[in-house]
């Protein structure tokens, strides 16, 4: 998550707080999703109380992905000492609980959003790289904690959150970009409507 971006659209209430020296720290939860029949499958706010996930001090947890085969839960996790961010990955248990986290990915700028897939009978990964000006494709040796970088794709702009959306034979992927350098759209303009995230306006694209 690119800091500077997240203070230029924060609400001015959390920007002043955090200027007055508040901390903000991430966190993960979890709760069963209700299968009964007439509930919504994923409520916002009702429903049974939530189980927060192994914390440590001095990191922030965010960026969740749930990778449902093998009961395996990725995340960013950032050091709020340096302000650069790592994958983990821990196992999540039916009763909600999790094991420790353990490092997945590791590279020498900031990783976040770990976008984690199958395809042609292995497990893929494409982390959020912005930092580095790049888009990466990593497969999995051994999972979950050893990947091996396939393809560097560098990239003129910051882009965040990549998405795959499932088109057979293809599989797009959509990105989003830093609000600052989206440019307004024309009369006539064909691209994708803005993506929201927060309060960052941000335009997807395939890439």
Same mark, same amino acid.
């Given at each position: 998550? &690119?800091?500077?971006?997240?203070?230029?659209?924060?609400? *001015?209430?959390?920007?002043?707080?955090?200027?007055?020296?508040?901390?903000?720290?991430? +966190?993960?939860?979890?709760?069963?999703?209700?299968?009964?029949?007439?509930? %919504?499958?994923?409520?916002?706010?009702?429903?049974? *109380?939530?189980?927060?996930?192994?914390?440590?001090?001095?990191?922030? /947890?965010?960026?969740?992905?749930?990778?449902?085969?093998?009961?395996?839960?990725?995340?960013?996790?950032?050091?709020?000492?340096?302000?650069?961010?790592? @994958?983990?990955?821990? %196992?999540?248990?039916?009763?909600?609980?999790?094991?420790?986290?353990?490092?997945?990915?590791? %590279?020498?700028?900031?990783?976040?959003?770990?976008?984690?897939?199958?395809? &042609?009978?292995?497990?893929?990964?494409?982390?959020? +790289?912005?930092?580095?000006?790049?888009?990466?494709?990593?497969?999995?040796? +051994?999972? $979950?904690? =050893?990947?091996?970088?396939? =393809?560097? /794709? $560098?990239?003129?702009? %910051? @882009?965040?959150?990549?998405?795959? =959306?499932?088109? $057979?034979?293809? =599989?797009?992927?959509?990105?989003?970009?830093? *609000?600052?350098?989206?440019? *307004?759209?024309?009369?006539?303009?064909?691209?994708? $409507?803005?993506?929201?995230?927060?309060?960052?306006?941000?335009?997807?694209?395939?890439?």
């Amino acid at each position: 998550m &690119n800091q500077f971006y997240r203070a230029l659209h924060m609400p *001015p209430k959390r920007l002043l707080r955090k200027v007055m020296g508040e901390k903000e720290i991430y +966190t993960i939860a979890v709760r069963p999703r209700p299968t009964a029949e007439g509930t %919504e499958p994923l409520p916002a706010l009702e429903g049974g *109380p939530y189980t927060l996930l192994p914390r440590r001090e001095g990191w922030w /947890f965010a960026d969740p992905l749930l990778y449902h085969r093998r009961g395996k839960l990725f995340a960013e996790a950032m050091d709020l000492s340096t302000g650069k961010g790592r @994958l983990e990955v821990c %196992e999540l248990h039916d009763d909600g609980t999790a094991d420790d986290w353990r490092v997945a990915l590791e %590279e020498d700028f900031h990783l976040s959003f770990p976008m984690v897939f199958d395809w &042609n009978g292995e497990v893929w990964m494409i982390p959020e +790289t912005g930092s580095d000006h790049s888009l990466r494709l990593y497969r999995c040796k +051994t999972f $979950p904690t =050893q990947w091996e970088l396939v =393809q560097r /794709f $560098p990239t003129d702009e %910051e @882009l965040c959150d990549t998405i795959l =959306q499932r088109d $057979p034979p293809r =599989q797009p992927a959509l990105c989003a970009l830093p *609000p600052l350098h989206a440019a *307004p759209r024309r009369t006539g303009d064909r691209r994708r $409507p803005a993506a929201c995230r927060g309060h960052a306006a941000r335009r997807a694209r395939p890439v």
